[in-house]
C-alpha cells in the first residue's frame, strides 16, 4: 500500500490522530482554569467569612463551587485522553544509586534490550538510531528518564504491530526500520510567563516529546497510529507526516513527534 492510498483509506482516522495535538493544546486551557478557579474559590470563601468586609455573598460563593466542579469533571476527562503514567523503573525517587549511575545504566539496559527485540523480528535499528542527552542535574535526569519510557513504549507498540500485520501476512512487509530519540530540552522556563494570580500549567504536569521515523507498509502503520491512544499511556501525536514511497512496493517513511503527559499530585493551594 503507498502513502496516498493509505491517506485516502484512513482519512477520517488521520484527522482523529491529529487531534491528539489539539486536545492537548485544550487540555492545557481547562487545567490553568481549573487550578484559577481553585485560587478564586479560596478567596471567594475567605471573603464570604470575612464579616462586614467581605466582597463576595454567599450565591459569588457557590457560582465558584459549582464552576470549580464542572472544571474538575473536564479536568478528569482529559486526563483520562492524555494521561501517561511512568513505569517504576523509569521514576528517579526511591532507586538506592546516584542519578547519573541510575540513568546511565537504565538507558543501557533499555538500548540493548531494543536492540535484540528489533534483531529477532528483522527490523532495522542501529545504535544511533536510538539517542538521549546525558544530563547531570537531577531535574535533567528525571525528564531523560521519562522520555526513556516513552522511547520504550514507542519502540514496543511499533514491534507490536509489526509482529501483528506479519503474523495476518507472513508475507507483509511489517516494519523496516526504526529511529527514536529524545533532544535536548530547552529551557523550561522561556521569557513568557503567566500573568499575576495566574497558574503556570508547567506547575502541574510534566511533557517530554520524542523524534520518530519509521519505514514500514501502511498496514503496520495504521497499527502503531491507533495504539498510541491508550487509557494512562497515551503517546500524543504532536505532529506527523508521510513520505510517499517512489516505487511501488517500497516502504512508506513516517516522521513525526509524540509526547508523553504526566499529571504531577500536588494539591491545589
Request: proline share 3%; glycine share 8%.
Amino acid at each position: 500500500m503507498d502513502a496516498t492510498a493509505f491517506v485516502q483509506e484512513n482519512k477520517r482516522w488521520l484527522i482523529g490522530v491529529a487531534l491528539g495535538a489539539v486536545v492537548y493544546i485544550v487540555g492545557q486551557a481547562v487545567i490553568a482554569a481549573v487550578y484559577d478557579a481553585a485560587t478564586v474559590r479560596g478567596q471567594v470563601r475567605r471573603e464570604a467569612t470575612g464579616g462586614d468586609e467581605a466582597l463576595y455573598d454567599r450565591d459569588a460563593l457557590a457560582g465558584a463551587r459549582a464552576e470549580g466542579q464542572l472544571l474538575d469533571t473536564e479536568l478528569q476527562r482529559l486526563r483520562a485522553e492524555l494521561e501517561f503514567k511512568l513505569d517504576a523503573r523509569f521514576v528517579l525517587q526511591g532507586q538506592s544509586m546516584a542519578a547519573d549511575d541510575y540513568l546511565a545504566k537504565t538507558g543501557s539496559e533499555l538500548k540493548q534490550a531494543l536492540l535484540l527485540k528489533a534483531n529477532e523480528q528483522d527490523v532495522l535499528v542501529q545504535d544511533k538510531d536510538l539517542s538521549w542527552p546525558s544530563p547531570i542535574d537531577v531535574d535533567g535526569i528525571r525528564s531523560v528518564l521519562f522520555g526513556l519510557n516513552l522511547i520504550d513504549e514507542a519502540a514496543k507498540r511499533l514491534l507490536a504491530a509489526h509482529a501483528a500485520v506479519r503474523k495476518a501476512d507472513p508475507e507483509a512487509m511489517g516494519l523496516r526500520s526504526m529511529g527514536l530519540r529524545l533532544e535536548e530540552k530547552r529551557s523550561q522556563r522561556t521569557s513568557v510567563q503567566p500573568r499575576r494570580g495566574e497558574v503556570d500549567v508547567r506547575d502541574r504536569l510534566s511533557q517530554e516529546r520524542v523524534n520518530f521515523t519509521f519505514q514500514s507498509d501502511g498496514a503496520t502503520a495504521a497499527l502503531f497510529l491507533e495504539s498510541c491512544r491508550q487509557p494512562g499511556r497515551t503517546l500524543v501525536l504532536e505532529s506527523l507526516t508521510m513520505e510517499q514511497p517512489k516505487r511501488l512496493g517500497d516502504p512508506v517513511t513516517v516522521k513525526g513527534w509524540l509526547s508523553g503527559i504526566a499529571f504531577r499530585e500536588e494539591t491545589p493551594k
